[in-house]
Protein backbone atom coordinates (compact mmCIF):
# COMPACT_ATOMS: atom_id res chain seq x y z
CA UNK A 1 0.00 0.00 0.00
CA UNK A 2 1.72 3.53 -1.18
CA UNK A 3 0.42 5.73 2.25
CA UNK A 4 -0.42 9.11 1.49
CA UNK A 5 -0.10 11.57 4.73
CA UNK A 6 -2.69 14.60 4.99
CA UNK A 7 -2.07 17.51 6.98
CA UNK A 8 -3.63 19.02 8.92
CA UNK A 9 -6.43 16.29 9.93
CA UNK A 10 -8.61 19.37 11.42
CA UNK A 11 -8.98 22.52 10.31
CA UNK A 12 -11.32 25.47 11.85
CA UNK A 13 -11.25 29.04 10.35
CA UNK A 14 -13.66 31.95 9.99
CA UNK A 15 -15.29 32.76 7.16
CA UNK A 16 -13.32 34.72 4.94
CA UNK A 17 -9.58 32.96 5.60
CA UNK A 18 -7.24 31.37 2.95
CA UNK A 19 -5.84 27.59 3.96
CA UNK A 20 -3.62 25.01 2.95
CA UNK A 21 -4.10 21.30 2.60
CA UNK A 22 -1.11 19.25 2.55
CA UNK A 23 -0.77 15.71 0.77
CA UNK A 24 1.86 13.82 1.05
CA UNK A 25 3.94 10.63 0.11
CA UNK A 26 7.02 8.65 -0.58
CA UNK A 27 5.68 7.38 -3.66
CA UNK A 28 5.31 8.52 -6.47
CA UNK A 29 1.92 8.14 -8.48
CA UNK A 30 0.52 8.41 -11.87
CA UNK A 31 -2.45 10.75 -11.11
CA UNK A 32 -3.89 12.07 -8.23
CA UNK A 33 -7.05 12.75 -7.03
CA UNK A 34 -9.00 15.44 -4.79
CA UNK A 35 -12.19 15.04 -3.34
CA UNK A 36 -14.66 16.56 -0.96
CA UNK A 37 -17.18 14.47 1.33
CA UNK A 38 -20.02 16.13 3.37
CA UNK A 39 -21.52 13.83 6.28
CA UNK A 40 -24.06 11.42 5.10
CA UNK A 41 -22.62 11.00 1.57
CA UNK A 42 -19.48 9.80 -0.66
CA UNK A 43 -17.33 11.34 -1.84
CA UNK A 44 -17.62 13.88 -4.95
CA UNK A 45 -14.71 14.65 -6.92
CA UNK A 46 -13.18 17.69 -7.40
CA UNK A 47 -9.93 17.68 -9.35
CA UNK A 48 -7.52 15.10 -11.06
CA UNK A 49 -3.91 16.08 -11.39
CA UNK A 50 -1.54 14.63 -13.81
CA UNK A 51 1.63 16.14 -14.66
CA UNK A 52 4.57 17.25 -12.63
CA UNK A 53 4.30 20.67 -11.18
CA UNK A 54 0.41 20.87 -12.63
CA UNK A 55 -1.98 24.09 -11.23
CA UNK A 56 -5.30 23.87 -11.17
CA UNK A 57 -7.84 26.42 -10.34
CA UNK A 58 -11.51 25.68 -9.48
CA UNK A 59 -12.97 28.91 -8.36
CA UNK A 60 -11.68 29.82 -5.22
CA UNK A 61 -9.48 26.21 -5.04
CA UNK A 62 -6.28 25.84 -6.39
CA UNK A 63 -4.51 22.33 -6.73
CA UNK A 64 -0.81 21.85 -7.26
CA UNK A 65 0.54 18.20 -8.12
CA UNK A 66 4.29 18.35 -7.13
CA UNK A 67 7.46 18.13 -9.33
CA UNK A 68 7.92 14.51 -8.32
CA UNK A 69 4.67 13.84 -8.02
CA UNK A 70 4.81 12.68 -4.51
CA UNK A 71 2.84 15.40 -2.85
CA UNK A 72 0.10 17.48 -3.84
CA UNK A 73 -1.94 21.01 -1.67
CA UNK A 74 -4.85 22.31 -2.16
CA UNK A 75 -5.41 26.19 -1.20
CA UNK A 76 -8.63 27.66 -0.44
CA UNK A 77 -8.90 31.73 -0.89
CA UNK A 78 -11.21 33.31 1.27
CA UNK A 79 -12.97 30.20 2.47
CA UNK A 80 -16.96 29.93 3.18
CA UNK A 81 -19.12 28.24 5.15
CA UNK A 82 -20.14 25.88 2.10
CA UNK A 83 -16.65 24.72 1.60
CA UNK A 84 -17.49 22.81 5.19
CA UNK A 85 -16.40 19.16 4.54
CA UNK A 86 -13.78 16.36 4.53
CA UNK A 87 -11.51 16.80 1.95
CA UNK A 88 -9.63 13.57 0.45
CA UNK A 89 -6.62 13.13 -1.49
CA UNK A 90 -6.34 10.11 -3.52
CA UNK A 91 -3.45 8.61 -5.40
CA UNK A 92 -4.05 5.92 -7.99
CA UNK A 93 -2.11 2.77 -7.58
CA UNK A 94 -1.99 -0.36 -9.40
CA UNK A 95 -3.29 -3.25 -7.96
CA UNK A 96 -3.16 -7.48 -9.07
CA UNK A 97 -5.33 -6.82 -11.92
CA UNK A 98 -5.94 -3.11 -12.32
CA UNK A 99 -5.66 -0.01 -10.54
CA UNK A 100 -6.77 1.58 -7.77
CA UNK A 101 -7.24 4.89 -5.35
CA UNK A 102 -5.34 4.87 -2.39
CA UNK A 103 -7.11 7.35 -0.01
CA UNK A 104 -5.81 9.49 2.44
CA UNK A 105 -7.07 10.06 6.13
CA UNK A 106 -8.09 13.26 5.19
CA UNK A 107 -8.62 16.67 6.38
CA UNK A 108 -11.81 17.52 8.64
CA UNK A 109 -12.74 21.55 7.41
CA UNK A 110 -15.04 23.49 9.54
CA UNK A 111 -15.63 26.82 8.32
CA UNK A 112 -18.09 29.18 10.56
CA UNK A 113 -19.52 31.94 9.58
CA UNK B 1 -29.22 7.93 -14.28
CA UNK B 2 -29.36 7.57 -11.03
CA UNK B 3 -25.75 6.66 -10.87
CA UNK B 4 -24.55 4.72 -8.01
CA UNK B 5 -27.10 3.41 -5.82
CA UNK B 6 -26.88 1.65 -2.42
CA UNK B 7 -28.78 -0.34 -0.29
CA UNK B 8 -29.59 -0.57 3.13
CA UNK B 9 -28.70 3.06 4.04
CA UNK B 10 -28.84 1.24 7.81
CA UNK B 11 -28.12 -2.02 8.83
CA UNK B 12 -27.67 -3.59 12.56
CA UNK B 13 -26.34 -6.92 12.62
CA UNK B 14 -25.43 -9.22 15.36
CA UNK B 15 -22.08 -10.63 15.51
CA UNK B 16 -21.96 -14.19 13.01
CA UNK B 17 -24.58 -12.84 10.90
CA UNK B 18 -24.41 -12.86 7.19
CA UNK B 19 -25.63 -9.90 4.49
CA UNK B 20 -25.38 -9.13 1.69
CA UNK B 21 -24.60 -5.46 0.88
CA UNK B 22 -26.34 -4.22 -2.88
CA UNK B 23 -24.81 -2.00 -5.20
CA UNK B 24 -25.62 -0.45 -8.56
CA UNK B 25 -25.06 1.57 -11.43
CA UNK B 26 -26.66 2.62 -14.51
CA UNK B 27 -23.46 4.42 -16.15
CA UNK B 28 -21.81 0.88 -17.82
CA UNK B 29 -19.26 1.36 -16.15
CA UNK B 30 -16.69 -1.12 -16.40
CA UNK B 31 -14.88 -0.95 -13.12
CA UNK B 32 -16.41 -0.79 -9.69
CA UNK B 33 -14.78 -1.40 -5.89
CA UNK B 34 -16.07 -1.28 -2.44
CA UNK B 35 -14.35 0.88 -0.18
CA UNK B 36 -14.54 1.10 4.26
CA UNK B 37 -14.45 4.17 5.64
CA UNK B 38 -13.35 4.46 9.83
CA UNK B 39 -12.55 7.25 11.80
CA UNK B 40 -8.88 8.04 11.31
CA UNK B 41 -8.42 5.58 8.58
CA UNK B 42 -9.97 6.94 5.62
CA UNK B 43 -11.23 4.97 2.55
CA UNK B 44 -9.42 1.45 2.51
CA UNK B 45 -9.90 -0.85 -0.40
CA UNK B 46 -12.02 -3.88 -0.05
CA UNK B 47 -12.70 -5.22 -3.34
CA UNK B 48 -12.90 -4.25 -6.63
CA UNK B 49 -14.03 -5.03 -10.35
CA UNK B 50 -12.74 -4.46 -13.82
CA UNK B 51 -15.37 -6.42 -15.48
CA UNK B 52 -17.88 -8.62 -15.40
CA UNK B 53 -17.09 -11.98 -14.28
CA UNK B 54 -13.47 -10.42 -13.33
CA UNK B 55 -12.91 -9.89 -9.32
CA UNK B 56 -9.92 -9.44 -6.95
CA UNK B 57 -9.12 -8.48 -3.89
CA UNK B 58 -7.74 -4.90 -2.11
CA UNK B 59 -6.19 -4.23 0.48
CA UNK B 60 -8.93 -5.55 3.62
CA UNK B 61 -10.62 -8.21 2.03
CA UNK B 62 -10.78 -10.39 4.98
CA UNK B 63 -14.32 -11.09 5.94
CA UNK B 64 -16.02 -9.99 2.49
CA UNK B 65 -16.69 -11.84 -0.30
CA UNK B 66 -17.51 -10.62 -3.85
CA UNK B 67 -18.95 -11.45 -7.45
CA UNK B 68 -19.92 -9.99 -10.91
CA UNK B 69 -22.03 -11.45 -12.61
CA UNK B 70 -23.59 -8.04 -14.59
CA UNK B 71 -22.13 -4.92 -15.30
CA UNK B 72 -24.48 -3.30 -13.40
CA UNK B 73 -24.00 -4.73 -9.92
CA UNK B 74 -21.44 -5.59 -7.12
CA UNK B 75 -23.04 -7.01 -4.24
CA UNK B 76 -20.64 -7.17 -1.23
CA UNK B 77 -21.10 -10.19 0.96
CA UNK B 78 -20.57 -10.36 4.96
CA UNK B 79 -20.41 -14.27 5.63
CA UNK B 80 -20.59 -14.25 9.42
CA UNK B 81 -20.62 -10.56 10.67
CA UNK B 82 -17.70 -9.57 13.61
CA UNK B 83 -17.87 -6.07 15.66
CA UNK B 84 -14.63 -5.25 13.48
CA UNK B 85 -16.38 -5.34 10.61
CA UNK B 86 -18.76 -2.20 11.81
CA UNK B 87 -18.28 0.72 9.40
CA UNK B 88 -19.61 2.59 6.67
CA UNK B 89 -19.45 0.79 3.30
CA UNK B 90 -18.67 2.85 -0.11
CA UNK B 91 -19.46 1.16 -3.32
CA UNK B 92 -18.07 3.32 -6.35
CA UNK B 93 -17.63 2.79 -10.31
CA UNK B 94 -15.97 4.47 -13.05
CA UNK B 95 -14.43 4.26 -16.56
CA UNK B 96 -12.07 1.38 -17.02
CA UNK B 97 -9.42 3.81 -18.19
CA UNK B 98 -6.77 4.43 -15.30
CA UNK B 99 -7.49 7.67 -13.24
CA UNK B 100 -10.61 8.15 -14.10
CA UNK B 101 -13.56 10.05 -12.00
CA UNK B 102 -14.79 7.34 -9.27
CA UNK B 103 -18.63 7.80 -8.55
CA UNK B 104 -19.34 7.53 -5.20
CA UNK B 105 -22.52 6.10 -4.00
CA UNK B 106 -24.37 7.56 -0.42
CA UNK B 107 -23.38 4.34 1.69
CA UNK B 108 -23.93 1.49 3.99
CA UNK B 109 -23.60 2.38 7.42
CA UNK B 110 -23.15 -1.42 9.33
CA UNK B 111 -22.78 -2.01 12.67
CA UNK B 112 -22.06 -5.38 14.57
CA UNK B 113 -23.13 -5.59 17.96
Known amino acids: TQLLEQSPQFLSIQEGENLTVYCNSS?????LQWYRQEPGEGPVLLVT?????EVKKLKRLTFQFGDARKDSSLHITAAQPGDTGLYLC?????????????FGKGTSLLVTP | NAGVTQTPKFQVLKTGQSMTLQCAQD?????MSWYRQDPGMGLRLIHY???????DQGEVPNGYNVSRSTTEDFPLRLLSAAPSQTSVYFC????????????FGPGTRLTVT
Open chain 2, 92 to 103: ASSYSRQGSEQY
Open chain 1, 27 to 31: SVFSS
Open chain 1, 49 to 53: VVTGG
Open chain 1, 90 to 102: AGVGFWNSGYALN
Open chain 2, 27 to 31: MNHEY
Open chain 2, 49 to 55: SVGAGIT
